[in-house]
């Protein structure tokens, strides 16, 4: 079995309980007791109560450990989801950086580094948040719609925790959280990731300090907070001995190490440059003429958004001109960020039509660096897939005969890649919108549209070889 990589992943978001910032200091003593790092993920506001309530015995232990950034209010109204609900691609992007750069600010001047990871409050979904983040320096996104095997969207490392620690636990409960992991750690026979989550106030509190003030919409006054009820100090105790025993219990397993999300980015951190040879271009050709895809050739991760640029710079760098390149480079590309509407394209389409359509695809993915929503010709729109799908045809024939197709048959690749629908992702994104923080009935289908244009983007991220 090869290494198997566990990070404790502790969201700290109560900024109401006082009582919630002792117990940090309680949770960074189990773990240096054992000499491993945590990942403290902190909401913007909780890390200024912490300088307003004077806490800087709290925020010294804190340094020891990886500092991540949970949004800078949580589920303060309007949550992420709620200010992104109308926003287009481009100015939602903005708007994220707009309102959480000050969190990310703060954490990085009161630590001396920028978050290890962004981390979803609660079910408040946008996919302009990824993307936002890595803009804004943060290269890592956790939870929200995604598995616990890391995967590459919109250029940013995304997973979501394998399992969670139960804050409330007993002893009675060790055995089960030791088959619980038991059970993640032998589906991880390849090596992996193994996200473990909690949330330090849950081990003070009854209730989730969001719940008591902000569910279903409620919008109370900074000045009138209500600070959570709190558990009994002899079962506060009790579970915090559950934690001890169940880090020291997987220690024990002599492949797992413990790394934070800092080290987390760092395995999966893909390389400067990435090429793809042309006998391997070809071969991602054939696999895509077929199905609309995320592919893995040779140890290299591939989006459909890469490939369908990959091909066309192949197409219209060098095979319209007669030459062959022995490699070509792989460029991040986003997906589209408008639907296309009706008249795709279907049928015959000659090749002076195509490349006509695949230069313009080019100048244009060059210049926004995603890709376009449709390519028309008169009366005619070709969307993404089947340009993807006539481009990966074109490069095919081209590898068995050496020269063009006369014209190429568009008629199977979906709209959207198949993790849609492998990863059931409309049904993931409406699981976030039950979330007790939202509004009754809250949804947004311009959330919803845009996570599946920006599906173009997932691919596998791969573990490095240590």
């Not at 209010?73 to 926003?87: A, G, T």
């Not at 409330?168 to 989550?197: M, N, Q, W």
């Not at 003429?289 to 066309?312: H, Y």
Request: aromatic share 10%; proline share 6%.
């Amino acid at each position: 079995m090869r290494r198997i990589y566990v990070a404790f992943q502790f969201d700290t978001e109560d900024f109401i309980t006082p009582e919630a910032d002792d117990v940090l200091l309680d949770l960074i003593k189990i773990l240096d007791q054992f000499d491993v790092k945590g990942s403290f993920c902190i909401v913007g506001e909780k890390l200024r109560a912490l300088k307003r309530r004077g806490r800087s015995d709290v925020l010294e232990a804190l340094k020891r450990h990886d500092v991540a950034y949970q949004s800078d209010f949580h589920s303060v109204h309007p949550v992420i989801s709620e200010y992104l609900r109308d926003k287009g691609w481009d100015d939602g992007v903005e708007e994220v950086k707009r309102r959480e750069s000050p969190g990310i600010k703060c954490i990085e001047e009161t630590f001396g580094v920028k978050p290890s990871a962004f981390i979803q409050p609660g079910g408040s979904w946008a996919p302009q948040t990824p993307y936002a983040s890595t803009l804004m320096g943060v290269p890592t996104y956790v939870d929200g719609i995604f598995h616990d095997t890391p995967v590459w969207f919109c250029g940013a490392l995304c997973f979501r925790a394998a399992m969670s620690f139960p804050e409330d636990s007993t002893f009675a409960c060790l055995d089960a959280l030791k088959s619980r992991f038991e059970e993640i750690y032998r589906s991880k026979i390849d090596g992996g990731l193994i996200t473990i989550v909690m949330h330090p106030c849950k081990f003070v509190t009854e209730k989730f300090w969001d719940a008591v003030n902000f569910s279903h919409g409620r919008n109370p006054p900074m000045d009138r907070l209500a600070p959570a009820p709190l558990r009994d100090r002899e079962e506060v105790e009790e579970s915090l001995q559950v934690f001890q025993k169940f880090l020291g219990f997987i220690l024990e397993h002599p492949n797992v190490k413990i790394v934070t999300f800092r080290e987390v980015t760092d395995l999966y951190r893909r390389p400067r440059e990435r090429r793809l040879r042309l006998e391997e271009i070809f071969e991602l050709a054939r696999r895509t003429s077929k199905c609309n895809d995320w592919q893995v050739i040779d140890g290299v991760s591939v989006s459909p958004a890469e490939m369908l640029r990959l091909f066309t710079d192949v197409i219209v760098d060098y095979l319209q001109e007669g030459f062959e390149p022995r490699s070509a480079p792989l460029h991040f590309t986003l997906g589209p960020t408008s639907r296309l509407g009706e008249n795709q394209l279907s049928g015959k389409i000659g090749m002076n039509d195509l490349l006509e359509m695949l230069r313009y695809a080019k100048n244009f993915m060059d210049n926004h660096g995603r890709l376009p929503s449709k390519v028309s010709i008169g009366e005619v729109n070709a969307g993404p897939s089947d340009l993807l799908e006539a481009a990966a045809k074109t490069i095919s024939y081209y590898s068995l005969h050496g020269e063009l197709p006369e014209s190429v048959e568009i008629c199977c690749l979906s709209e959207y890649p198949e993790v849609v629908e492998r990863w059931s992702l409309t049904e993931r994104v409406n699981r976030q919108w039950r979330w007790i923080i939202f509004p009754e009935e809250f949804r947004s289908e311009r959330i919803e549209e845009l996570t599946l244009l920006q599906s173009w983007t997932i691919k596998p991220a791969i573990l490095k070889d240590e």
